[in-house]
């Protein structure tokens, strides 16, 4: 399945940046795939290299690390728009793992070419190192949650975040969304 930059709906829905047509251009050519993933795909498996970096185009998926004894917690969820991998292409191998919660669909980047950006798109680096930043502060609200609200709080300020996150994305029907 190939879908063209020019054609994303994250971005006609105002998910992203307006960004130059030199740009886009860029990312349109830098893109390697799109990939469609059945509910329960490993994207990324902790452990192993990332040659590549993927936005979530459409679906769930959740980040999660996985223990020792085989017990597994959920670190975030991620929804369209979401940059997935970062981390691991930032360092020589993932430090968690990434599942499809649904099917999902996933705009497939080259790591090495991520990286590019860097040096010839900069404003475009900025936005993924944003991307990373949120990506964080997201998690520091989940630790926040753990570490010291209580059961009914850590419930209430998920559906919260997910509920905000969901309405930027237009999902949001009314006061309600679905959510797998």
């Known amino acids: 399945m190939q879908l063209p930059c020019y054609e994303c709906a994250l971005r006609a829905c105002g998910l992203f940046k307006p960004v130059t047509p030199e740009e886009l251009s860029f990312i349109n050519q830098i893109k390697r795939e799109h990939l469609l993933m059945p509910a329960g795909a490993e994207i990324i498996r902790a452990g192993d290299p990332a040659p590549e970096l993927y936005t979530l185009y459409a679906g769930w998926a959740f980040r ?3 223990l020792p ?15 997935v991998g970062l981390q691991a292409a930032i360092f020589d191998a993932a430090l968690h793992g990434i599942e499809a919660l649904t099917e999902v669909q ?9 990286w590019v950006l860097f040096g010839k798109m900069p404003t475009i680096a900025f936005d993924v190192t944003w991307l ?30 997910l509920y905000k996150r969901a309405n930027a994305l237009g999902l949001v029907a009314g006061q309600t969304f679905r959510s797998p």
């Open 64 to 66: 999660f690390k996985t």
């Open 69 to 83: 004894d085989g017990r597994r917690q959920i670190l975030n969820f991620l929804l369209p728009g979401d940059l």
């Open 106 to 114: 996933l705009c497939a980047l080259p790591r090495r070419q991520v």
């Open 132 to 161: 990373g930043s949120r990506e964080e502060s997201i998690v520091d609200e989940n630790l926040t949650s753990a570490g010291r609200r209580s059961a009914l709080e850590r419930v209430a300020a998920l559906i919260v975040a």
